[in-house]
């Protein structure tokens, strides 16, 4: 729901700012592309300097996971407006008329099918290899679910906010099936900062994480 996008503040974007400076990568899932139609950029020019500074494109690339490809990528700013052409994450499947639509935008790294979604642990492999090192995962919660329960996640920002939403359609940072009974990823707090207006900005430790 875009109308519950922003409740964090500005020291929540400007702490997005900071970690998306600071990654080789952002990946999104289409979900997001689709409804939100991201544009994943560092926006300050303090951060895109300091990028440049460290030898680094102004912008990290962006990534986009899709088992099915349902997003109009054409009409997406994330196709059109990037300084390097983003990379989609899907499966060779599909018919060879929408992967090389596709390749006329992003480029393609094709990794098989699961039930669910892709085989993100070797996705993850593969990105190494192109020298991906630092991945900035914003969501949607799906994915954020599919790569923590995968054990692909080290840490998780969370920003808490003195504000109540309910409703069946507010979005949750985890979705998708949920652990078994018993199982779950637990998390070590590394630290915790009190900001403005009560809000809380936290970071743990996933320790589940697959060492790598």
Do not use: K
């Not at 875009?2 to 970690?19: N, V």
């Not at 979604?117 to 991906?132: Q, R, Y």
């Not at 994915?143 to 979005?171: I, K, R, Y």
């Not at 590394?190 to 900001?195: M, N, V």
């Amino acid at each position: 729901d875009r109308a519950l996008h922003g409740f964090g503040g500005a020291e929540d974007r400007d702490l997005m700012e900071e970690l998306r400076s600071r990654a080789d990568a952002v990946m999104i899932g289409a979900a997001t592309v689709r409804d939100e139609n991201p544009r994943l950029r560092v926006s300050s020019q303090q951060w895109v300097e300091a990028r440049r500074l460290s030898g680094r494109t102004s912008q990290p690339r962006a990534i986009v996971v899709s088992r099915s490809l349902d997003f109009p990528w054409h009409e997406r700013e994330l196709f059109r407006s990037s300084e390097t052409r983003p990379l989609v994450i899907t499966h060779p499947e599909h018919p060879d008329s929408v992967l090389n639509d596709l390749r006329s935008v992003a480029d393609l790294l094709l990794v098989p099918a699961t039930d669910r979604g892709v085989d993100l642990p070797l996705a993850m492999e593969e990105l190494s290899g192109l020298g991906i090192d630092q991945l900035l995962l914003e969501g949607g919660g799906e994915l954020n679910f599919a790569m923590l329960s995968a054990g692909l996640v080290d840490e998780f920002h969370l920003t808490l906010c003195p504000l109540v939403f309910g409703g069946h359609s507010s979005p949750g940072a985890f979705s998708g099936p949920g652990f078994a009974a018993g199982h779950q990823a637990s998390l070590a707090l590394l630290s915790l900062r009190q900001g403005e207006e009560d809000r809380l900005f936290l970071r743990y430790r996933c320790l589940n994480a697959t060492p790598r």
